[in-house]
């Protein structure tokens, strides 16, 4: 069982990883699933994500419930729309679009709702 909720954790550090690049995939939502399947499965892999130099910050951030700091929104919001963008304009299904636009600004409301960490 144990094997099996390690594999989790590293697939949902995968999909995060994936995530920082792919605005609709989301990543905090993978590393704190893969942060809670090492808490039960590896101290040593939770250590190893929590204090990873990479996104550790960030996942401690968001755990304890700290938000995000002003260039990090910044960052995500005008890359988040950047890709959203060129993705509306090569897309030729309207209702794609639609969809897509409404996923941007909610991710936008949510990212802008978070507290603003220091």
């Known amino acids: 069982m144990r094997m099996l909720i390690n594999t989790a954790g590293f697939i ?3 999909l995060g990883v994936i995530g920082i690049f792919l605005p609709l995939i989301p990543a905090t ?3 704190l699933l893969a ?3 090492f808490a039960i499965s590896s101290p040593k892999f939770y250590h190893w ?14 755990r ?3 938000g995000m700091t002003l260039l990090t929104k910044i960052w995500t919001l005008l890359f988040l729309w950047a890709t959203i963008s060129y993705s509306i304009y090569i897309i030729d299904n309207i209702y794609v679009r639609i969809l897509l636009a409404f996923i941007a600004i909610g991710v936008t409301v949510h990212v802008l709702m ?3 960490a220091k």
Do not use: P, S, T, W
């Open 35 to 37: 942060a809670a399947c």
């Open 29 to 31: 939502d993978f590393f």
């Open 114 to 116: 978070l507290k603003r």
């Open 49 to 62: 994500l929590l204090y990873n130099r990479f996104f550790g910050k960030y996942i401690r951030n968001y």
């Open 64 to 66: 304890e419930n700290r």
């Open 12 to 14: 949902c550090v995968g």
